[in-house]
């Protein structure tokens, strides 16, 4: 099993920045794909950003060139860098994990095929 932790949530101001993390522990040796994803109110979890255990990147068309996803393999930790950010982005913000099996190629976490989850951080962004 792997437990994941997100923490850095909070509000904060449109234009502003917040970076997420995740701290993984568990079995970690065991997890492949990491990524983040969003559930604002009465809307649907949405993939934000995924990263691959060799370091390859997705992104959400609404976050390109504002947030960037990284991992640290040796803490164990993977972050989600928010910049400029906008009212929309408000969301409960979850971390995810997904084992050995399912292939980055696969896409498969774009519809949040993950075996473990956080138990997500709420994202405030003020107008």
């Known amino acids: 099993q792997v437990r994941l932790v997100e923490s850095g949530g909070g509000l904060v101001q449109a234009g502003g920045s917040l970076r997420l993390s995740c701290a993984a522990s568990?079995?970690?040796?065991?997890?492949?794909?990491m990524a983040w994803y969003r559930q604002a109110p009465e809307k649907q979890r949405e993939l934000v950003a995924a990263?691959?255990?060799?370091?390859?990147?997705d992104y959400t068309d609404s976050v390109k060139g504002r947030f960037t996803i990284s991992r640290d393999n040796v803490k164990s930790t993977v972050y989600l860098q928010m910049n400029s950010l906008e009212s929309e982005d408000t969301a409960v913000y979850y971390c995810?994990?997904?084992?050995?099996?399912?292939?980055?190629?696969?896409?498969?976490?774009?519809?949040?095929?993950?075996?473990?989850w956080g138990q997500g951080t709420p994202v405030t962004v003020s107008s």
């Open positions: 990263i691959s255990s060799g370091g390859s990147t």
């Open positions: 995810a994990a997904d084992r050995m099996g399912r292939p980055y190629s696969s896409g498969a976490y774009r519809f949040g095929l993950m075996d473990y």
């Open positions: 568990g079995s970690i040796s065991s997890v492949n794909i």
